[in-house]
Structures are given as C-alpha cells and as structure tokens.
C-alpha cells in the first residue's frame, strides 16, 4: 500500500508533476544476505466525492539493501518489518513520509 509522503516535484517529459504518493514493493530477497525493493512515486487524484488516492506512476527505481541494513531489517518484529523498509528506502530517497 503506497504512503503519502511530503510532496516533491519530479520532472516528466518536459513538466513537473508533484509526487505525494510513495510506494516499495520487495522484488528479490536472498533471505541471507541482500534484497531488492523497486520504489515508486506517485501524483495525487481526488475523486468526485473527495477522496484522495495515488495517480499517475511519475518516478521510479530499485535500491538494494545489504550489510547491516538488511540485518537490521530482519531483526524487526513481524509487525514492524514493512514500516522499517519504507523508512529505510525513504531515506536513501530524501523523502518524508506523512503521519
């Protein structure tokens, strides 16, 4: 499930969209030593009854995660394994995410 973050602007074929959705998703995990997450950053839509949801895909990438990173994140308890790995990548991305 993508999070909101502090909005940023990212430029996309010649204009700035604001991305205020953030999403990771794991692609690959050796379940020993390293994983890859792919990242993706998101506009904003509001429906008609105002309901605000992730839009239009406007960034995205991988990082990999090794060393004592990864084991860090594999020391998390079970409930806290997503929000871990969504701050990690957060801040290797230079971005906030929102309460």
């Known amino acids: 499930m993508a999070?909101?973050?502090e909005p940023i602007n990212v430029w996309v074929n010649g204009e700035s969209?604001?991305?205020?959705?953030?999403q990771v998703t794991c692609i690959n995990d050796n379940y020993e030593s390293s994983a890859t997450n792919y990242w993706?950053?998101?506009t904003k839509v509001?429906?008609?009854?105002?309901?605000?949801?992730?839009?239009?895909?406007?960034?995205?990438?991988?990082?990999?995660?090794?060393?004592?990173?990864?084991?860090?994140w594999g020391d998390q308890p079970a409930m806290a394994i997503n929000a871990w790995?969504?701050?990690?990548?957060?801040?290797?991305?230079?971005l906030v995410i929102l309460p």
């Open 3 to 5: 999070k909101k973050i």
């Open 17 to 22: 969209k604001s991305a205020e959705y953030f």
């Open 40 to 42: 993706q950053l998101f």
């Open 46 to 72: 509001v429906d008609a009854e105002g309901v605000e949801s992730q839009g239009e895909q406007v960034a995205q990438g991988n990082l990999t995660i090794d060393g004592a990173d990864y084991i860090a």
């Open 85 to 94: 790995i969504y701050q990690w990548s957060a801040d290797k991305l230079n």
